[in-house]
């Protein structure tokens, strides 16, 4: 009773510096905000800072036209490109396959629909709910500076990114892997040939994206295939780093991690930060169809000895509806009972690309799964989060950035962490939770993130001083400050030092959080993890296919791929005209035959295979009834497009043996022999006829009980970076994202 009671005096007194505040915080921004002093031009940037005012917009709300692709015309363009019967640079110049697409609500759905003139109509699901929708594209807070001064980067026809500079710079250094998973957006070890860069390649890619002006790029993920099965990794991350990079981060299955302890150390003292694990759910059963015997014991294994190194883990979940999107409120609890280990969670809705996008209408839309999926699942199974009250578009945090940057004057090397993608790209949540007690809430929830983001805005136009723009700061979060809603043991100090240590907004910041700079050390990394309070960041990254493309979203991409022919949006290189297979094809290293011959083949995990692991022992929490959950699903419906395929040609056999009959009796004349149904091999003894009398009589055998053929659990998959791809039952590696909030995660 004491502690409850010294508990309400503090809130009602904090309740009442709360409002204070805000009656302080209107008064000063009543003459503050006349007269706005000029924006500053960091050094990052060779133009001034964009006031409120000044930032665009692209055409939102529904119904809306836009620019999107026929997926037939771009799969034939792309086939002739890479047959040689047309010229790459067509796709400098022309609109190769683009048709116009008409975003609508039907029945509280947003659906995009297009017409081809030669293939007919298309139409695929964006948002189960039309609210969530709109809400999420009403908190877009505008675009980033217009790219420009990056011709020899970012000339890519229609694929061009227009818009700022990005927030991730994503590098494939191989297409190998050591899984092979159905599908992969990338086809990793089946494509027929190798592509992987050379150290030269490695080093001007890095030092191209630093040479432009706005320079905002911070971080680096390094992608596949899976990244580690280059010999070039802990250069290239070492490279990165002393280039400048301050986040160097890696799109990972985590194989090589959970395998050794001292790879781990190697990559940290290396400079790697963040990896962004791939990760498909709690329990053997949510990880078994990508046919790794002990896969679930590979991710703990990884997490453990990666945190102990020092490395920072974002897990990437690809989503697939009606197959593991039960697992999200798994996840999501599993980073919440192990706070101190995960600070982030990256949701990735299925892409049908690579082998997937041959996908049937009927399972493309039974599998679809939008970013209003997420924030309702996330309601459903983890409880407290409100769609259209916690969930807000990943560029909302750009709000932020912006005064980060502002404050930080025009001496900045390099821009804050800006993510400035379409609201369409990307959402994400924050909870604040204890990292002793578990005891959490959403940050919208006790923080009027709204009303928070206008302040802050009015904040930065007037561009003050670092000290009275800090004071002002301190002052909206104050106003928009609920004590009553937050979680009991939060006080305000803890929620100062959170904003603080987040944006490095004081001159001790680094001091008392440890260096987030290219010269950290394991002391820093541990520093920062001192915190009792943890932001758990989760994110909705939705990633493109041809079925819902937007121009309008490719040219704000904030996760661009850098490559031997420049930077080139996420979508537009993974889908789109298919960017990734001609890029790869102009500079590919060898065909697979001719590099085992002079390398040797690298181990491939499949078919059943474990991982041998040096120890299966680590100090993670997994709830019981989750890590033993079996998903019972409907096996004569595809989950996959091998199963797809698979019907596809037996549906074929089947035809072709009825024609076959027919003409045999009709034609030919040909006695139709016996025909004996076989259920299984023991059911033909117990069939078989005690005498002859009945020989030459037909003779039907029904199939035993619990004996039909069951296909492998279908579920989420991504290429070997953890990317969305699509779903599947056998194996290759994962990957993010966001890779583009790592700013407002953990730590």
């Known amino acids: 009773m004491p502690n409850r009671v010294g508990t309400q005096i503090l809130r009602t007194f904090d309740w009442a510096l709360c409002k204070t505040a805000a009656v302080t915080f209107d008064s000063i921004q009543y003459f503050n905000k006349r007269n706005p002093n000029p924006s500053v031009t960091p050094q990052w940037s060779d133009k001034p800072l964009l006031k409120s005012w000044e930032k665009t917009k692209p055409t939102l709300g529904f119904p809306r036209q836009t620019d999107s692709l026929c997926p037939a015309c771009v799969k034939e363009a792309r086939e002739a490109i890479i047959a040689g019967k047309k010229d790459w640079r067509d796709l400098m110049s022309e609109k190769v396959g683009e048709i116009k697409a008409q975003i609508i609500e039907r029945d509280n759905e947003i659906w995009m629909v297009k017409d081809c003139p030669i293939h007919g109509h298309y139409e695929d699901m964006m948002a189960i709910d039309a609210k969530f929708l709109d809400w999420i594209e009403k908190q877009f807070p505008g675009r980033d500076i217009p790219a420009h001064n990056d011709e020899d980067l970012h000339k890519h026809g229609s694929s061009t990114v227009r818009y700022g500079r990005g927030s991730v710079l994503t590098v494939d250094l191989t297409n190998r892997c050591n899984m092979m998973c159905d599908p992969c957006f990338m086809d990793a070890n089946q494509v027929g040939y190798v592509h992987e860069l050379g150290w030269e390649e490695v080093k001007e890619i890095l030092d191209n994206a630093l040479k432009i002006k706005p320079r905002r790029q911070m971080s680096v993920q390094f992608s596949g295939g899976e990244p580690t099965m280059s010999p070039l990794f802990l250069d290239a991350v070492a490279y990165a780093r002393k280039i400048g990079y301050n986040s160097v981060q890696a799109a990972t299955n985590g194989i090589e991690f959970a395998k050794s302890k001292e790879f781990c150390k190697k990559a940290f003292d290396a400079g790697m930060r963040y990896a962004y694990l791939q990760f498909d759910g709690i329990g053997n059963d949510a990880n078994s169809h990508r046919q790794i015997g002990n896969l679930f014991d590979v991710k703990l294994r990884a997490i453990e000895n990666m945190h ?352 076959r009959a027919i003409y045999e009796e009709l034609v030919l004349k040909k006695p139709q022999s016996t025909v004996v149904q076989i259920g299984s091999v023991s059911d033909i003894a117990k069939a078989t006829p005690a005498n002859f009398a009945n020989a030459g009589k037909p003779v039907s055998i029904a199939p035993a009980a619990g004996n039909g053929s069951s296909a492998p659990n279908g579920n989420g998959h991504s290429n070997g970076n953890g990317h969305s791809n699509g779903n599947g039952n056998e194996a290759k590696a994962p990957s993010t994202s966001e890779k583009t909030a790592e700013a407002v995660a953990g730590d």
Request: with cysteine.
């Open 308 to 659: 102990e190194a020092g490395i920072e883990i974002v897990l990437v979940v690809t989503i697939v509806n009606n197959v593991n999107n039960d697992q999200v409120g798994s996840v999501v609890k599993f980073a919440m009972e192990n706070p101190k280990k995960i600070a982030f969670v990256s949701f990735q809705p299925v892409s049908f690309t690579g082998r997937d996008e041959d996908i049937t209408p009927e399972r493309r839309l039974r599998q679809r799964y939008t970013l209003s999926h997420l924030a309702k699942d996330v309601s459903a199974q983890v409880g407290k989060v409100e769609p259209t009250r916690d969930w807000f578009p990943i560029s909302f945090v750009s709000t932020f950035a912006g005064f980060a940057d502002m404050v930080k004057g025009n001496e900045s090397q390099w821009g804050s962490l800006s993510c400035g993608c379409h609201p369409n790209c990307g959402v994400g949540t924050a909870l604040m939770i204890n990292k002793e007690t578990k005891e959490w809430a959403p940050v919208p929830r006790f923080l009027d993130a709204v009303q928070l983001t206008k302040d802050v805005t009015a904040i930065t136009d007037a561009a003050r001083g670092k000290k009275f723009s800090n004071f002002m700061m301190a002052m909206a979060l104050l106003k928009n400050y609920h004590p009553f809603e937050g979680p009991k043991g939060l006080t305000l100090s803890a929620l100062f030092k959170k904003f603080d240590k987040t944006w490095a907004l004081t001159k001790k910041a680094t001091t008392k959080y440890g260096r987030t700079s290219p010269d950290r050390k394991i002391d820093d990394a541990m520093k920062r993890r001192q915190d009792p309070w943890n932001f758990l960041f989760i994110a909705g990254m939705w990633f493109q296919d041809l079925f819902n493309y937007d121009f309008r979203r490719t040219e704000m991409c904030i996760i661009p791929y850098a490559t031997q022919q420049g930077e080139i949006s996420f979508c537009a290189y993974n889908t789109g005209v298919g960017w990734r297979q001609i890029i790869e094809n102009m500079h590919k290293n060898a065909t697979v035959a001719e590099w085992y011959k002079n390398h040797g083949k690298h181990e491939i995990y499949a078919k059943g295979k474990s991982v041998n692991l040096q120890s299966f022992e680590h100090s993670l929490k997994i709830d019981a009834d989750d890590a033993s959950r079996v998903r019972h699903l409907e096996h004569d419906i595809p989950q996959t497009a091998a199963e797809e395929d698979r019907a596809r040609r037996k549906k074929a056999f089947e035809e072709q043996a009825k024609v």
